[in-house]
């Protein structure tokens, strides 16, 4: 079997799994919606708790027959919209409901409209408890935590900014341009990241108006944000002009934050 030949056979067998596995988890999510839930009357000749098959096909205007191929693991394919509805109907948790969207393989239309919870407490005590220059940013890239190291490292920022923005340092602090080792490397960089980091929520209002001001004030933005490059921010060496130190190397690390998936983690290891 040639490798090609390999690598499609683990394909269907992966999307096998992945619609067994959608299936049973709607039939796990109906069994713990209760039909006075809907306003359907519960009767007596139900055999197993939950809805049945035909009452969640029908609250999702879909065919029964259809929606039983779905629960049999069978190949079909389902829309977003039809995965909304499924969500809506199970009264699925945030969790279940991403859960869903990412085994159908949808993108959830709402998404983007998920009310943002605040951080938990005590986490900017964690960042502080990290040696290494760390922070915390947000989608828009608003430094929500930071630890001593990374003010040394930025000669007192961000805490010396009355709005403390990644973006906004790097284009708009003459600071920056000094310190940062390769500027105009690492900037034209940064914007593709920071693209990939909004991607559907570039019209949200906060990311709107950081994109005016930048857009505003700073040429090289505006030229390399109408390129509409993007890119995953990575790792990697880091080099900084310390005005003190001299020369500073660093291997970057980021990390999603499990209990706000929109910001991230960014820790500066030393690279010796």
């Keep these: 079997?040639?490798?090609?030949?390999?690598?499609?056979?683990?394909?269907?067998?992966?999307?096998?799994?992945?619609?067994?596995?959608?299936?049973?988890?709607?039939?796990?999510?109906r069994a713990h919606v209760q039909p006075q839930d809907w306003g359907l009357p519960v009767g007596s000749r139900r055999r197993t708790p939950g809805l049945r098959r035909e009452e969640v096909a029908q609250l999702c205007s879909i065919s029964v027959t259809w929606y039983t191929w779905i629960e049999q693991g069978r190949d079909v394919s389902i829309s977003s919209t039809v995965c909304a509805?499924?969500?809506?109907?199970?009264?699925?948790?945030?969790?279940?409901?991403?859960?869903?969207?990412?085994?159908?393989?949808?993108?959830?239309?709402?998404?983007?409209k998920a009310v943002l919870k605040p951080l938990p407490q005590g986490l900017s005590d964690c960042v502080d408890h990290i040696?290494?220059?760390?922070?915390?940013?947000?989608?828009?890239?608003?430094?929500?935590?930071?630890?001593?190291a990374l003010l040394e490292l930025f000669a007192g920022w961000p805490d010396n900014s009355d709005k403390p923005n990644l973006l906004r340092y790097i284009f708009l602090d003459p600071a920056a341009r000094h310190l940062v080792v390769g500027w105009e490397q690492r900037a034209r960089r940064?914007?593709?990241?920071?693209?990939?980091?909004?991607?559907?929520?570039?019209?949200?209002?906060?990311?709107?108006?950081?994109?005016?001001?930048?857009?505003?004030?700073?040429?090289?933005?505006?030229?390399?944000?109408?390129?509409?490059?993007?890119?995953?921010?990575?790792?990697?060496?880091?080099?900084?002009?310390?005005?003190?130190?001299?020369?500073?190397?660093?291997?970057?690390?980021?990390?999603?934050?499990?209990?706000r998936n929109d910001c991230k983690l960014v820790m500066l290891l030393p690279n010796d």
Excluded at 2 to 27: M, P, V, W
Excluded at 141 to 148: E, M, Q, S, T
Aim: hydrophobic share 45%; aromatic share 8%.
């Design 131 to 148: 040696a290494a220059p760390a922070y915390i940013l947000d989608r828009s890239w608003n430094v929500l935590a930071r630890n001593a």
């Design 190 to 259: 940064v914007v593709a990241e920071f693209r990939a980091d909004v991607g559907v929520h570039v019209d949200e209002p906060e990311v709107r108006a950081l994109v005016s001001e930048l857009q505003e004030h700073s040429e090289m933005f505006t030229q390399w944000w109408g390129r509409q490059m993007v890119t995953e921010r990575e790792g990697g060496v880091r080099e900084f002009n310390h005005p003190e130190q001299g020369v500073l190397v660093f291997q970057q690390f980021t990390f999603r934050l499990a209990v």
């Design 85 to 112: 509805r499924l969500a809506k109907t199970l009264k699925l948790s945030s969790a279940e409901r991403q859960y869903l969207f990412d085994l159908a393989e949808c993108s959830d239309p709402e998404a983007g």
């Design 1 to 29: 079997m040639t490798k090609a030949s390999e690598q499609n056979s683990g394909d269907i067998a992966s999307a096998a799994l992945r619609r067994k596995a959608l299936g049973h988890f709607l039939r796990e999510a």
